[in-house]
C-alpha cells in the first residue's frame, strides 16, 4: 500500500510487531507482495463493523486478538518472540479454505470467496507491474511473515514445520477468478 511512498513496505513500528500475508514471489522477482496484516486490519475492522472484531481475527487464549497484543513483549523488539506470536495467530487461518464465503478483513460482508478476493487483488498487482493477466495464474503461494520494530518482514516459521504458508495455493482462471488447483470440486461464489 504504501510501499513506494515511505520505502518501509508497512513494517511494524518501532516498538511493534505485525504479522502479515503476502503473495510469495507473485511477479518472479523473490519479493513479497501485500495482502493484509495485523494489527492494521483490526483498526480498519473497528471503523468498519467493530462487532466483526470477535467473530473474524484469531484468538490468544480465546479472546480475539487486541491491537494492544502487538506491543506486549517479554522481551522488547526480539524477532523470535514476534515470530512465535505470529505463529500463533497465522496458524489459526493457515488452513482456511479459498472456497469459502468466511467474513474476512478482505471480505467483511463475505460477498465472494476468499479465493475471488485474492484473485483480484493478484491481478491488480499484475497489471501495475506490467504483467500479463491473459491466462490467469496457477499454483501462487500465500504465505505469512513477521515485522519487527520497523526491521524487514521475515517468514514466520518453526524449527519443527519450517515456513508457515497457506494450505492451499492460489489459482485463478483467465477470468481472475478461483478455481481449486488440484482440480477438485469448489464454490465459486457466494
Known sequence: PREKRDGFQCRAKDDQFKCGIFFEDLLGTGEIKWI?????????????????????????DGQPVQISYFR???????????????????????????????????NLNGDDTIGNQLCGQAKRFLRQNGKSIADGMKDQPIAFFSSTCQGAWSPVGSSQTGNLRAEERLCCDSSWKYYKCDGGDFRDSC
Open 36 to 60: 493484509g496484516a495485523l494489527p492494521d486490519a483490526i483498526a480498519k475492522t473497528k471503523r468498519k463493523n467493530p462487532e466483526l472484531v470477535n467473530k473474524i481475527f484469531p484468538k490468544v
Open 72 to 106: 506486549q513483549w517479554s522481551d522488547q523488539c526480539n524477532a523470535d518472540e514476534a515470530n512465535a506470536k505470529c505463529y500463533l495467530l497465522m496458524d489459526q487461518i493457515a488452513d482456511d479454505r479459498l472456497d469459502s464465503c468466511k467474513k474476512t478483513v478482505g
